[in-house]
Structures are given as C-alpha cells and as structure tokens.
C-alpha cells in the first residue's frame, strides 16, 4: 500500500479521485501495490462528497507526514503550487502534476530538486491531457532524433476553430459556444491567444532537446483573426485551419512558432476536430508518427496523473532520469521560419492581381465560390517569414494607393 | 558498454545494426551506457557489409558468450527462432524481436521463461511496425480499463486498399503494384487474407487482457473479395474500406474479428493511408486515443527493436513485469459480433428492393453515380453477424427466384 495525497480538489484533482477509485484494481496490479489517497488538500470544505473525510486545508500535514510518497498537485496556477511542490519534493516525495503553467515556468528548477532529493517530478498531464506523449517521449523514442514537432495541443480553440469550419461560425460566435458547454474559460484569453499551446510547445521541446526553452522566446499567435470566410478558402483547397504549435530541429537550432496554420489534407493533423489534441512527430528512424487523443477533460487528464502515480509507485526509491537540464536552448528568431502564406486581398481583381506578383513573387491563385465580395485569393511560394515581412509592408502600400487592402494572412504548409 | 547480439541479418536485422550505429549517442544517453553489437548471427556471409566483421555462423557463440546481455531476433518464422530465443532467454539474456509469428505462437511460453530467468522477452516491433503500442499499453495506459480496440495493422493491405480507393484499381492491379514496390510479397498470402493482422490483434488483446488469446479463435477475412466498384459507394458515404483488426472487452467477454470494414468518416482511423498503421483505443478514463506511424519497413521495425534494447539495457537486472499469464482467455464467436452490413445486389431494382426489406428489415439505400449496371445497394440497421447469415441464406434464395443477385456484401460501422 502506498499513501498519496492530492493538493487541489477541483476539476482534475476530483477527477484524479475517481480514477483511483473507479480503476483501483487495475492500478494496484500495474503499480504492483494498492494506491491509497490519505489526504486532499484544498482550502473549500466538500460535505457529502466521497473526498470529504481525507481533507486538510495546511499543506503542512502532507509534508510533514512521512507516510505519504506520492503527491498530486492540481491546483493550477503558480502560486501556492510552486512552493507547495518544491516542499513536498524536498520532503522526498514524488510529485505528479497536471499544471502547464508550472512545468513552463519552474520545471527546470523543479527537476533538479527531484534529482536531488532521489524522486521524481512528473507531469504528462501537463500536455496533451490524456494523450501519452511525454512517457512516450522517454520512454518508447528516447533513441530516436526527432527532428519536428507539430502539435494540436489546445482543445478549446481547436473546437473553436471545427465550429467556424463545420457552421460557417464566426470566432466570437464559436466561443460563446465554447463557453456555454464549458470548453472554454470565462476569460478564453489563455487558449485564444495561444498562451497554452505555446507552454506545451516550450514542455516537449525541452523534453525532446533535454535543455530548458523558455516558452517566452516562442513567436505566439492566437486565432481570434481567424475569419468565417478563411474556412471557405481552406475548404477550396481540402485544407484546415489549426492552431499549431510548431517546431523543427535542425544541427541543434530550434525553430518554433505558435500560428494558426493551413494544414494540409495529406496532414494527419488536418482530421483532427472538436476538442482532440495530437501531436506528430518526425524522426530519423521511426519517420512520421502521431498520437492523438483527448487533450483535456477531467477524467483523461486524470488519467494521465493516475499513470505517473503508477510510475511512480512502481519506482519509489528510484529516481527515474528524464526531462531537462539548466542548459538553455534558444529558440531561432521566428524571421526564420519559412512556410507559404495565403492571402486575401479586398478590392477590384484585375487592379490587385499584378500588384501582388510583383511584391509576393509567384503566387497560386485560389476560389471559393461562396465568398461574397470582390475578392483576391492567393497562395504564396514557400518562403521566410522576414521576407514575407519585408514584401508584405510594400504590398500593403502599394495595394492601398490601387484602392485594395489586405483582408486576410494566414501561414499554409 | 553492454554487449548485445543480432540473429538474423536481413531486412529488419540490417536495420536494427543501422539505428545502432546511427543513433549511438541517443541510444547511450536513453540506456545509461553504450550498446555495442559483438555478434551478428546469420548463414550467409556478407563481405564488405559493416557487420562482416561481426558475423557467426553457430547460434552457441552467442548463448554460451556471459558477455552477451541483450540478443535481438530478426529472422522470423518459427524455426529456429523458437529454440534459439528460447536457449538465450534460458542463458539469461534479454530478447528483443520482431517476430509477431513467433508471440503469437510462443509468447505465453517465452514469458514465462523470461520471467523464471529474471530477464525480458520484449516485442515491441512484433505490432504496428514503430508505433510504440507495447509500450503505451504497459507503461502508460497500464491504468486503463480498456473496452475496445480498432487497428489497421498491415501496411500492405492498407497500401492495397488506398491505391484501389484513389486509382479505381481493382484487387490484382493494386497488389502488383504493391509487390513492384517492395511493399507485399511474392506469396502475399498472409497479408491479404488477413492472417498478419490476426495474429497482431491476438498479441495486442493478451497485453490489454494479461491472457492468452489464441489467435486461431479469431475469425478472419482478408481483402481479396474488396471490388473497385465497392470504393464508389464507400464514397458517397463518405466512408473508407479499410481491414481492421477489431476487438472489444466487456465483462471480460472479449469479442474479435478481422475484417474489411466500411469506416465512417467521423473515425480517426478513416483517414489513415498509403502502408501507415493506426490503432484505435477506447479506454474508460481516457476515453479515445490513437497511435499512428509506419506499421512497417526497415528503420521504424529496427527503431522499435532500437526502443526495447534500450530498456532492456535500463533495466539489465531486472525483470519488468508485463505480457500475459498462461491462463486462456477464449474468443466469443464471430456470430455474436454487431455491426452493419454493406449488400450491393444485381438485377432490377424494382424485383430486389422488396426482397432486401423483408430479410433484412429497414434498409438504408445507397447510391453512387458512377456505378455502371442495374444495381441496388443497401446498409442495414446494426444486427448481430449470426442473424445477418441466416437472413442471407433466405435472401439468397429469393433474389435468386426473382433472377437477381448478392454482387458484394461489406461490414460497415
């Protein structure tokens, strides 16, 4: 029998009780021992609730009670969880979190205390909510050179963006949808902007690379300019729209950007709606593989805790080598990046046509029937987004002075 | 440094020697030390090859050599790899194959040796190629209560059936084809009547189940009888043939089929193509999740193998517990298997229609433009396989007095 204690009784962490509760045989025979929650930390009391005998609302208890070896934190945020699990690491115990934010900002400080202290800190519920990613990582592919990345890995604005898609929505429409069914928060700013996508990014890449990435050197672009019509366009090309955290590999210099993107049909990302997350790696060895799943939720992301327990039971005085080191890798300048960028521009065609050519190079020019309006559509050559920068400031002068504007710009493979 | 050996240098052999030499830093850092192969076990010799040098003739060298710690079986079929794996495991050695001919038939045998010897039988390429499913099944999801499973688990089947769906070929075109290219053998037998895929789905049921599934108990269906005309309707559907191992769990009852299956759109597996392999879980916490990658070839086979070694490598003393007990878990019969049934009917519609309602009950009718003849196609309601035969022999009967006939009869979603 092995004592835990979870710190945070909402969402996930009553979701985590359930999970040990529901699936308590098959844990205890994967763990090799039974797993026992003795404590639940969290400030509101729960009458009634199968939770409410093992409540404590002083983290002190759980620290200082040597019979706990395991702890969950599922509070969210960064403080009190950072100094909550720093002091049950030292205390020597396993930590297990669903926390995003915490991983992005102290993961690297938090791995080594682990290190030190002979646990483990684990968090792959911090990515891709119940998708196996991060264990795969280290586990199944650590003899493989991944070379890119590219995730789905918000579920809020990826159902967003399968509304507009699917109902000719448009995104404010689309979120109020999302926050009715509770996909998305009261304040979405976390998921629209990009601000989620881009700490999972900056969490594998340094789980791949084995060096801390600051996920705030990561260009980060949300969906909130993501526009009805743009899906008519994609439609026209068996495209979808995606917010994609992306990033490549290449001789140890590491690209990556957080942009909603027009992935292609041939994509295995381009399937991939509602709330679902998945990631796709590219290796030298293994070549094209994707993991796709629930990327949140209570019960798959509770799932996900409940596997690291497990780990974590399995190897209680172990301490188990995975994640990173303090050695920072800088993340490119997103000038460099190269993808196609697909255009639309207001305006009279026949006025337009030429002024993008001369500014874009050549372009592919792409219809969709049902868009209302005069209308240029275009799909630029593969190119760096400095340059594109660079054209796009001559274009928009020169569109403008020929009674043209620019309506849209999106990134396309 | 830990010495290893490889027995049998063909494809995946040599590919394994690859990922070896290829990624020996990753390879080091994931294991704690170097893998190192000392020996290469094979008949024929390979002058100017890298791994001359290492090449032996005797299987005794590398049982009888206490320096030998890990021994990887690449040779396939079941004699000798049977008795040589056997005589390693008993030396105490970690075995790492490929060989899902040799789990299927062997596995509860081999686990067992493995576990008295306190050392790994491990065979992680043995399914789906590099897609890491071992693994995710004992490391990740080991917490799981897993009710169902879908998988497209051979690349030549799949490569055959997206070639007839994309170019209108029929059977025999696209199998040619495959076989120019190196993807189906010259006695493709084993592949498209589904016994690869049998045999695959029998070792995945007794990782989820932990018992013996004898896969000779698995009813099975190849591709052979797939028509070109048959993609037609799948698209209009919108759906895709694509043969499926499929298996689901409910109250221990486990109930498995390999078939060629009409998949519905809205199924993560609808658009998995060309030689790539999917596997589709449905578990009680997580929900659904799937696993995507090549199901085949040199380096994502070796790259699998590459993933064992290096655990076995982590874990040199030890044996980690996973696989099955010898205790037998029978499959119910194909009989009581549900789903919907695909029926394509020649002669009048106006004589056949009638006939179809009254065998089969409320029918779906389907239509496809392009198909040439006087057809009539049908999707049934939901109904259990040993209903829909009995309906077939009285439906059968009576088209045939009506002077029409089944043309194709596909199981569907």
Redesign the interface.
């Known amino acids: 029998m092995v004592y835990t204690a979870i710190m945070g009784y909402g969402t996930i962490g009553s979701g985590v009780f359930e999970?040990l509760r529901?699936?308590r045989a098959?844990?205890a025979?994967?763990?090799?021992q039974e797993l026992e929650v003795k404590y639940v930390l969290d400030l509101r009391d729960f009458p009634g609730d199968p939770a409410e005998e093992k409540l404590v609302h002083d983290v002190s208890v759980i620290v200082n009670d040597p019979e706990v070896r395991i702890v969950v934190e599922t509070m969210g945020g960064l403080n009190p969880a950072y100094p909550f699990v720093k002091a049950c690491l030292e205390a020597g115990k396993h930590v297990a979190t669903s926390n995003k934010a915490l991983v992005a900002a102290y993961g690297t400080e938090l791995l080594a205390v682990a290190k030190e202290h002979h646990v483990n800190f684990m968090f792959?519920a911090s990515t891709g909510g119940?998708?196996?990613i991060i264990?795969?990582l280290?586990?199944?592919?650590?003899?493989?050179?991944i070379s890119g990345i590219t995730g789905i890995l918000n579920g809020t604005t990826n159902y967003i963006l399968t509304k507009m898609d699917r109902d000719g929505e448009d995104f404010c429409q689309a979120l109020r949808e999302a926050q009715k069914l509770g996909y998305a928060e009261k304040d979405p700013t976390a998921d629209v902007e990009g601000h989620d996508t881009c700490r999972k990014l900056a969490i594998l890449m340094a789980m791949i690379t084995?060096k801390e990435v600051d996920y705030q050197e990561i260009y980060t672009e949300g969906i909130t300019k993501v526009q009805a019509g743009d899906f008519l366009y994609a439609r026209a090309l068996g495209r979808a729209i995606k917010l994609v955290g992306s990033a490549s590999l290449c001789e140890g210099r590491l690209s990556a950007w957080v942009v909603p993107m027009m992935v292609k049909a041939?994509n295995?990302l381009?399937?991939?709606?509602d709330v679902?997350n998945a990631i796709l790696l590219e290796?030298?060895?293994?070549?094209?593989?994707?993991?796709?799943?629930?990327g949140a939720?209570k019960?798959?992301t509770?799932?996900?805790v409940?596997?690291d327990m497990?780990?974590a039971a399995a190897h209680l005085d172990e301490h188990v080598?995975f994640g990173w080191s303090s050695e920072k890798l800088s993340v490119q300048p997103a000038e460099d990046n190269v993808c196609r960028y697909f255009l639309r521009v207001a305006g009279r065609p026949e006025a337009c046509s030429g002024i993008l050519e001369s500014c874009l190079g050549n372009c592919e020019s792409v219809t969709a029937a049902e868009v209302a309006g005069p209308e240029l559509a275009v799909m630029t050559a593969a190119m760096r987004e400095g340059d594109f920068r660079k054209a796009e400031k001559k274009l928009e002068a020169e569109l403008s002075a020929a009674g043209c504007r620019i309506v849209q710009i999106l990134r396309a493979e």
Request: hydrophobic share 35%.
């Open positions: 999970v529901e699936n098959e844990i025979a994967a763990a090799g792959e119940g998708i196996p264990r795969t280290y586990r199944s592919l650590a003899g493989e050179r084995g041939e295995p381009c399937g991939v709606g679902f290796s030298n060895m293994l070549g094209t593989s994707m993991y796709y799943g629930s939720g019960l798959p509770a799932s996900a409940a596997a497990i780990e080598p």
